[in-house]
């Protein structure tokens, strides 16, 4: 119950987060690095205001994933973000870092590896990195409520062959598969976390960070913010044009 009564604290951090609207940053002309954000489950690109408002002033040029609700199957999801990766890189005229919160760094770290010609590297916020439902009951029992939704008369939704079958087997390999050598990989995770178990945020091929922070109140916390920002400063580097 404790727990449950954080997250929901979490949620109410974004509140006090939203604050002046910041402007645009031409990619093109900043010396940081270009930063593609993806939110997590149930969740969209609104999640990630706070936290696209305090990388643009220190800086850095942020995209949206173009998510309205992350609740689709994992496939056609990768297919999305790998579409608008490919713009935004276009876009930026270099490879750009990829920042995903819970399940939208799951889904980064698949990308990143369909595609490290595009990306600078990787920073997931308190993501499912060695199983892709190390979640709560409550979680579950919301993803088997989609999935019979998805039986019914919602197809955009996660299916069962999300969960089991298929689509299950094919993503959770490209979870699994070797990360890229040379692309930074830093995973934040917090022992707080009322969402997702810890210790699947521990991915062997990254760098482990520990925060303080509820899962949903990550992308809202302030320190994690400065720390997200001093991690992507060590990826700054000179415009690169991405890989034809």
């Not at 402007?23 to 936290?51: K, T």
């Not at 973000?81 to 270099?94: C, D, F, K, N």
């Not at 999300?162 to 299950?168: E, H, V, Y």
Request: hydrophobic letters at 40%; a neutral charge; proline letters at 6%.
């Amino acid at each position: 119950m404790a727990s449950r009564g954080r997250e929901v604290l979490g949620w109410l951090a974004y509140v006090q987060a939203l604050g002046p609207q910041v402007a645009a940053v031409d990619p093109r002309r900043s010396d940081e690095v270009p930063v593609l954000m993806v939110p997590g489950f149930l969740a969209g690109d609104w999640s990630l205001v706070p936290l696209a408002r305090h990388l643009r002033r220190s800086g850095h040029a942020t995209f949206t994933s173009g998510i309205v609700l992350n609740c689709g199957c994992t496939e056609m999801l990768l297919e999305l973000l790998e579409r608008r990766l490919e713009q935004v890189v276009q876009e930026a005229g270099r490879p750009v870092v990829l920042v995903g919160q819970s399940r939208g760094g799951t889904l980064c770290r698949m990308l990143a590896v369909r595609r490290p010609d595009q990306v600078a590297g990787l920073v997931t916020l308190a993501s499912p990195l060695l199983h892709q439902l190390a979640t709560t009951p409550e979680i579950i029992t919301q993803v088997n409520l989609l999935a019979r939704l998805n039986l019914g008369a919602w197809p955009w939704l996660v299916s069962t062959d999300c969960l089991s079958g298929g689509c299950a087997d094919r993503t959770s390999a490209l979870l699994e598969s070797a990360w890229p050598d040379g692309l930074p990989f830093v995973s934040l995770y917090s022992r707080q976390d009322g969402v997702v178990d810890w210790r699947a945020c521990l991915d062997p091929a990254a760098e482990h960070v520990e925060v303080r922070s509820t899962h949903n109140g990550m992308g809202a916390d302030r320190t994690v913010q400065r720390l997200l920002s001093s991690r992507l400063k060590t990826l700054t580097g000179q415009p690169r044009q991405p890989a034809q």
